[in-house]
């Protein structure tokens, strides 16, 4: 165990090595893996901020489930109320166009009532007449009592 | 193999020494395995053939082993790491990108659990010296007489595959640490600052001499126990690695023996390579954030 020069040939190669390490190997390395890091990081707050959103999103889907719901609702009870209506105005209308015809129909009938009672007056006024002329053919000038007559027919 | 020695001794002695390349002086007598004595006539650049010519190189002088084990590795680790870098991406990791990254993490967790400033050195400071220790001492694992055997093979008198057993070694990267802490203390706190940290506690002000020895100790221990922490545990445990295979030189009984305990060693061992990787580690970093801080 003697000292000898290897010593300082030691030490020039550790300053070597040392410098070459720091020069181009250290760096690369820590650099690889702080860029790793900052990838790894950033796809955790990438991933973090997708979940949120999709929340929002959601949230935002029920939202509009909910006023589409209600909107729907809506429009079905409105639908329902005006049927409801249209429904009770046909009935309005169908029962004033029965009455309407059912109206119409009685004054055809007293109308041609009236008629026939008209003509059955007439047909019996005429057989009235008729009856009493051939009781008085023989005893009554017919044109002397043509007033007479008349006033009869007109009391028939 | 160990029956290829003289003795047990010498069996050892041979695992524990390096490669040595350095310059012999003039007039120096080498003596060789015959005991034939060549007197060199003027001083030789050349390769140790023992102990004793690796001490009389003196400072100037290189452990080949160490320094080809070590930048190999230390090349291994930057390659691998390269090219995971190179290829990084910020999607799905995969493979070596993988492996590496977990690695990354860790290492960066422990510097964001013990460093409490801003300096873009010592992450990078903190995985160079994790790995390029634990693959030092993870050469350790790999069993003792492999890789001599086939030096020997191709010629070469010795190898030592740990690098971390070689004190060189570990007190050339202790006390690399030892001075980036000296820089960023005089940087952070100014060289007034961190003097008064030095001479101006624990103790009252007048008497700075105490506080300057306390603390001044304080600072010299903290690359010498870095360096010798490392150190002793890894060449304690390529000891026993090497007592270990000294049994495989004994009869079939103490062989098999010595294979079971090798496993058990290696074992414990691959608990030993990592803690000590992680210590090292940790211990810069605590050092270099001490440096950074007002009052520690």
Known sequence: MNFNATLIGQSITFIFFVWFCMKFVWPPIMNALETRKKQIADGLAAADRGKHELELAAKKAGDNLRDAKAQAAEVIAQAEKRAAQIVEEAKQAAKQEGERQLAAAQASIDQEANRARESLREQVAALAVAGAEKILRREVNAQTHADLLAQLKAEL | ?296
């Open chain 2, 1 to 296: 193999m160990a029956s290829e020695y003289a003795s047990s001794g010498e069996y050892i002695k041979h695992h524990l020494q390096n490669l040595t390349y350095g310059q012999l002086p003039a007039g120096y007598e080498r003596h060789d395995h015959h005991g034939n004595v060549e007197v060199l006539q003027q001083a030789t650049w050349t390769v140790a053939h023992n102990a004793e010519e690796a001490k009389a190189m003196g400072f100037w002088a290189i452990n080949l082993d160490s320094m080809a084990f070590s930048i190999g590795l230390g090349l291994l680790f930057l390659f691998f790491f390269r090219l995971a870098a190179k290829r990084a991406t910020a999607g799905i990791p995969a493979g070596l990108q993988n492996f590496v990254e977990w690695i990354v993490e860790f290492i960066d967790g422990a510097v964001k659990g013990s460093f409490s400033h801003r300096n873009p050195l010592v992450a990078p400071l903190a995985l160079t010296v994790f790995l390029w220790v634990f693959l030092m001492n993870f050469m350790d694992l790999l069993p003792v007489d492999w890789l001599p055997y086939v030096a020997s093979m191709a010629g070469v008198p010795f190898l030592k595959v740990v690098p971390s057993t070689d004190p060189n070694v570990t007190f050339g990267l202790s006390l690399s640490v030892f001075f980036l802490v000296l820089y960023y203390s005089v940087k952070m706190k100014g060289p007034g600052g961190f003097f008064a940290e030095l001479a101006f506690q624990p103790f009252p002000k007048f008497l700075f001499p105490v506080n300057l020895l306390l603390e001044g100790v304080g600072l010299i221990a903290k690359p010498i126990s870095l360096a010798l922490r490392l150190f002793g545990n890894m060449y304690a445990g390529e000891m026993i690695f090497i007592l270990i295979a000294l049994m495989f030189g004994g009869n079939f009984v103490l062989g098999l023996f010595g294979g079971a305990l090798q496993w058990a060693w290696a074992v414990f061992h691959i608990l030993i390579i990592t803690l000590q990787a992680f210590i090292f580690m940790t211990l810069t970093i605590v050092y270099l954030d001490m440096a950074h801080s007002e009052h520690h």
